[in-house]
């Protein structure tokens, strides 16, 4: 309001953080105001199945005082980002940045507003530089810009200060700090009152999941919450699998949440499952596990990255896998996170264990490590931590962070190791310069820049005949880099009919599916990305009647026999109701 923003727009890493995030703007912020209706709109591809967001839509109504809504017109696709707030992932925003049509839609909603990126170090090197391309056109449209990140380094800060035309300070202030500055202006760099410090416990913990499973049973011997971070859904998947079969934990409606396994409950989180069970087990996480949840004696949730970041979880104990430094150092902040919870005695003082350190060579091909993370970061946060006994939160935060993205760092690995440093930094240089390059030829310029173009001679004509030249050329401009990947929704084959559930009492509805009908099928959908799957629903076309409905068309069925699997070659895959999408190569 001091700035005379109309609006404000929260940008958050993933879809499971911005519905999380919407619920606390609503309640915490936009509530409190009072005054006049308030538009909050959710913003992001699977909005429409959110029921906090639902319950707000509303076509027409003006709204009483105070109240906060979600109109019909705002939640159009691309005029969602007109609305005054909104809640939502920063794809969403970058695509405002992006030479994608009606990429002016989006960047015209954000002009004049409070945007909030939040988590900034999560990203690679490509959707860094798309950040820093949407922060110059925040700066030129006349918007603040807040960016949050505990773990972001010095390189980092500096690139997206410039980003906004502002000089990076030429001293900073001790961590914890908040840099800011005007556009034109040098940066203040103020140091924040820390009133309490945390010293977390490392121990070295063993990799293979029968050995990891037996270790966690004992530390949760007297009760607790612990957290297993894992770094691929296949992992997840084994480490549950490794605990006895136990009694399942069914919701309401049946679908198992977990199991029982003597008087420990474990769950199982990740992004493998179709929307509505992952979901489901997002909204059970925080109930037992957020701030002010109901936590169960003894229990453990095996995780992916979907926990890392954002979800105000709080454990007793954790165990990681090897990650870069600033990665594990997002994990640990969820070790005794809420200061009134109540913890048994042998976990009253934060413990992580990490994977990976027991090694004298680390090992990041079994497990797939290196495909998940570059070997630089994985190697530097090795090296860091293997002699480590304790973590000193927040002062360790910054020292950690810098020295893992720092060259010196592999320098100091025994002699045996200095081959595999030197091909870890050379392959970071060029994963790094090859992913920078590719998103400076995706963003648009601001308008300062084609102003240049034109002042040196270049008239408009010669511009637009470019933009038809290039436009000739197929490309497919993305907010981040990854493998391929598409959304599928698995489908039980009985008979001559299709169906949702394996005891065929939900058909598919294949032919001009109701509203209701299409909310049914993205509740079902998941994202397939294994190469061989993805390349073989790639050749198949969706149902005739899904090609004309815009939410429908990129959808690809998955079809299952009874027992819930189909093969691909070598790789059968298949819908477990408690692991989700299963791969197995023979």
């Not at 931590?385 to 320098?411: F, M």
Request: proline letters at 7%; hydrophobic letters at 40%; a neutral charge.
């Amino acid at each position: 309001a001091q700035n005379h923003h109309r609006g404000l727009y929260v940008a958050m890493p993933t879809t499971a953080t911005g519905n999380a995030m919407f619920e606390r703007v609503k309640r915490d912020l936009l509530q409190k105001f009072g005054d006049r209706p308030i538009d909050l709109q959710l913003v992001h591809g699977a909005s429409f199945l959110n029921t906090s967001y639902l319950k707000l839509k509303n076509v027409g109504d003006p709204g009483e005082n105070g109240e906060v809504l979600a109109s019909e017109w705002f939640s159009a696709k691309k005029r969602a980002m007109l609305t005054e707030y909104g809640v939502g992932t920063v794809d969403q925003a970058l695509l405002g940045v992006l030479r994608v049509r009606h990429h002016f839609v989006r960047l015209w909603g954000l002009g004049n507003r409070t945007v909030v990126l939040d988590e900034v170090h999560a990203y690679d090197a490509y959707t860094s530089r798309l950040i820093e391309g949407l922060v110059r056109w925040l700066s030129e449209l006349g918007s603040s810009v807040i960016i949050m990140s505990a773990t972001l380094t010095r390189a980092q800060r500096h690139a997206l200060l410039k980003a906004a035309g502002i000089t990076p300070p030429e001293t900073e202030a001790r961590y914890p700090r908040v840099t800011v500055a005007a556009p034109g202006e040098t940066a203040r760099s103020i140091p924040v009152d820390q009133e309490t410090s945390k010293t977390i416990g490392l121990e070295p913990a063993p990799r293979q999941v029968s050995e990891l499973a037996e270790l966690l049973s004992q530390k949760l011997a007297s009760g607790g919450a612990a957290a297993a971070v894992v770094n691929t859904v296949d992992r997840a998947q084994a480490l549950y699998q490794a605990f006895p079969k136990g009694s399942p934990i069914p919701d309401a409606t049946g679908y198992p949440l977990g199991k029982t396994v003597g008087d420990l409950e474990i769950y199982l989180f990740h992004a493998r499952y179709p929307s509505e069970e992952r979901q489901l087990r997002e909204e059970h996480a925080l109930r037992l596990f957020g701030k002010n949840g109901v936590r169960p004696k003894k229990a453990l949730l095996i995780a992916t990255q979907v926990v890392e970041q954002s979800l105000d979880l709080d454990f007793d104990l954790m165990y990681t896998d090897l990650a870069p430094a600033d990665l594990v150092l997002q994990r640990a902040g969820r070790l005794h996170r809420h200061e009134k919870t109540p913890r048994p005695e042998p976990l009253s003082t934060p413990k992580l264990l990490i994977g990976g350190l027991l090694e004298e060579s680390p090992d990041l091909e079994t497990d797939h490590w290196a495909l998940v993370y570059e070997p630089f970061p994985l190697l530097t946060t090795w090296q860091l931590l293997r002699t480590r006994d304790r973590l000193s939160l927040p002062q360790d935060i910054e020292p950690l962070v810098e020295a893992a993205y720092g060259e010196k760092t592999l320098k100091t690995l025994p002699p045996a190791l200095q081959g595999r440093a030197q091909e870890a930094i050379e392959r970071w240089n060029q994963v790094f310069t090859m992913q920078r390059l590719k998103a400076q030829n995706a963003v648009v310029d601001p308008p300062k820049r084609l102003l240049d173009l034109l002042a040196g001679g270049r008239d408009a004509a010669m511009l637009r005949l470019e933009d038809e030249e290039e436009s000739r050329i197929p490309q497919i401009f993305l907010t981040r880099l990854g493998d391929p990947s598409l959304t599928a929704v698995p489908a039980y084959r009985l008979g001559d009919t299709l169906f949702f559930d394996p005891a065929g009492n939900e058909p598919v509805p294949l032919k001009s599916p109701s509203p209701e009908q299409i909310k049914r099928i993205y509740k079902r959908a998941v994202t397939i990305s294994r190469k061989d799957i993805y390349h073989a629903l790639k050749e198949e076309a969706p149902p005739t009647s899904w090609k004309s409905h815009a939410l429908l068309r990129n959808l690809r069925l998955l079809e299952l026999d009874a027992r819930g699997q189909a093969q691909f070659g070598k790789t059968t895959v298949r819908l477990d109701p408690e692991l989700g999408v299963v791969y197995e190569r023979h």
